[in-house]
């Protein structure tokens, strides 16, 4: 059987178990295939806040094995050897979450040889624990981890709450945020992990990548030179459109703060592919930022047009986790991205002190999602809100406003009033 066969096997970078039904052997069994063998990582949510454990276990009776256990103390890892059981790691106040439908995840990495363990998002900035297994030994030497590569399926104890996640691979690296062409990307860039090229993104993000990453997709035009200083002018002056639109969305977002406001105004229709209008040019000025919120599910792609843009990263949407794993800040004409299981989490701000930060906003779901939730979640003054994704103008016409303020200043030395 050759490699171009359409009978070969293909091995899918992730698959979704769907929510228990009743009678459903998972219930009692437990056990989660893995998609390649010694290799994976397997995430869920629990339907009850109790403690529970997932198993790894070669495929003999009373085999070598690991199991991890996670319970109000901490996360704590077992290792079975010649038949007898012994605590090989505990992690306190890594154990259940405060936060009932957290996501819980474990990574198996024969290959790398180490065990990872977190909670929200798959990814290292989001490990609470790691058990190497020491160094590969040299050829010939025995391997007592050998057994691990072999390792079809594990067991869970705990009855999950909603889906099953399976990704054919481990946990390795965080993924690169920031996205450039594949013609400029360095090879010191490329091992140093600090960017990534379009190819290496879902089909979806390469999408809405190609649809605003062209040179000319830009906010200045020779038509109106002057578009970021019109915008940065309507945000000071107390007349100005965006000036007065940013004042009566100051309660938007629950309590009255006018610095949680930013401007959307939105690019052709909403096609039913996507959380609201798919391209939004989103207008930040200094100091505002917005709630931590996610986005729905969808895949997204960010660029900047102007300004910089601050970006903090959530394990999850939660009040449990207010504390981002990351921060980074994006310049004029970088593109980051979004997935539906990377980068939802996030608050956007605008730490620069003197220009506002202008982005296009790209969101669409992929074609494997039925769901399409139409809300953007956000952590409001209670609980969790849900945001229409709304607009305040559409481009051609806010661009027209833009312009005609500008004109009706200019030569007038109007910078702002107080």
């Not at 992730?14 to 228990?20: Q, T, Y």
């Not at 010939?140 to 079809?152: Q, S």
Request: with cysteine; charged share 25%.
């Amino acid at each position: 059987m050759t490699h171009a066969s359409t009978e070969a096997f293909q091995a899918p970078a992730h698959l979704s178990l769907p929510p228990l039904t009743e009678g459903d052997a998972r219930d009692t069994q437990g056990k989660i295939r893995l998609i390649v063998d010694g290799q994976g990582t397997i995430g869920f949510s629990i339907a009850e806040q109790a403690p529970f454990s997932l198993g790894i276990f070669a495929d003999t009776i009373d085999g070598p094995g690991f199991r991890w256990e996670i319970d109000g103390e901490g996360a704590h890892l077992h290792e079975r050897r010649y038949g007898e059981w012994r605590r090989m790691l505990s992690v306190a106040g890594a154990g259940l979450d405060a936060e009932p439908k957290c996501p819980y995840w474990f990574s198996i990495d024969t290959l790398n040889r180490v065990l990872r363990y977190g909670k929200g998002e798959t990814r290292l900035g989001c490990m609470w624990a790691e058990y190497p297994l020491g160094s590969k030994p040299r050829p010939g030497d025995d391997d007592y981890y050998r057994w691990l590569a072999t390792v079809e399926q594990v067991e869970l104890s705990a009855e999950h709450a909603g889906a099953v996640d399976i990704w054919r691979d481990p946990v390795t690296v965080d993924p690169p945020l920031r996205i450039v062409p594949h013609d400029e990307i360095t090879m010191d860039q490329m091992a140093k992990g600090e960017l990534t090229v379009p190819a290496n993104l879902t089909a979806t993000c390469q999408q809405l990548y190609d649809n605003v990453a062209g040179k000319a997709f830009v906010l200045n035009t020779p038509d109106f030179p002057q578009f970021s200083e019109a915008i940065k002018r309507s945000i000071l002056t107390k007349r100005g459109w965006c000036y007065k639109t940013l004042e009566r969305k100051a309660s938007e977002f629950g309590k009255r703060d006018p610095d949680k406001t930013y401007l959307r105004i939105t690019m052709g229709q909403n096609q039913g592919d996507s959380p609201g209008i798919p391209f939004v040019m989103e207008i930040w000025p200094v100091d505002h930022y917005s709630p931590i919120h996610n986005h729905g599910g969808a895949d997204a792609v960010i660029k900047v047009l102007h300004g910089a843009i601050t970006v903090d990263m959530f394990p999850m949407l939660s009040k449990c986790h207010l504390k981002p794993f990351a921060r980074a800040t994006f310049e004029k004409d970088e593109v980051t991205w979004i997935s539906p299981r990377l980068n939802q989490f996030h608050q956007l701000r605008n730490l620069g002190r003197a220009e506002p930060c202008i982005t296009i906003q790209c969101y669409m779901y992929a074609e494997n999602n039925r769901t399409h939730y139409p809300y953007f979640d956000y952590l409001n003054d209670e609980d969790i809100g849900h945001f229409d994704p709304d607009s305040d103008a559409d481009y051609l016409a806010f661009k027209a406003i833009m312009r005609k303020e500008w004109e009706e200043w200019s030569g007038k030395g109007a910078i702002a009033e107080s």
